[in-house]
Nanobody, 121 residues
Framework: QVQLVESGGGLVQAGGSLRLSCAAS????????MGWYRQAPGKQRELVAG???????NYADSVKGRFTISRDNAKNTVYLQMNSVKSEDTAVYYC???????????????WGQGTQVTVSA
């Protein structure tokens, strides 16, 4: 059983910072790409940032220059450093990981349970 457990969400003032963490646990062979998505009320889930196994990153235009994604492969953890947050960043943030449980060929997508981020004016 593979689980992704997120932490670090909460209430933050506009202009402030927050750091999200997502740790993968269980039995698996390899973790490929990892990423953060968010879903605001009444909106579709959208990609915020992604990072592959080699460390290459990509970001949504709306967060470029403010958010930074990173990963610690030894801890099977991905982070999202959120700086200069805005009210429009308010959403439930979800972690996603592409994991091979027994080998590097058969890859399965896993999602975390989500963590609420609320930005106050």
């Amino acid at each position: 059983q593979v689980q992704l457990v997120e932490s670090g969400g909460g209430l933050v003032q506009a202009g402030g910072s927050l750091r999200l963490s997502c740790a993968a646990s269980g039995s698996f062979f390899v973790i490929n790409a990892m990423g953060w998505y968010r879903q605001a009320p009444g909106k579709q889930r959208e990609l915020v940032a992604g990072i592959n196994s080699g460390g290459s990153t990509n970001y949504a235009d709306s967060v470029k220059g403010r958010f930074t994604i990173s990963r610690d492969n030894a801890k099977n953890t991905v982070y999202l450093q959120m700086n200069s947050v805005k009210s429009e960043d308010t959403a439930v943030y979800y972690c996603k990981a592409l994991i091979g449980r027994t080998d590097a060929v058969l890859i399965t997508q896993y999602w975390g349970q989500g963590t609420q981020v609320t930005v106050s004016a």
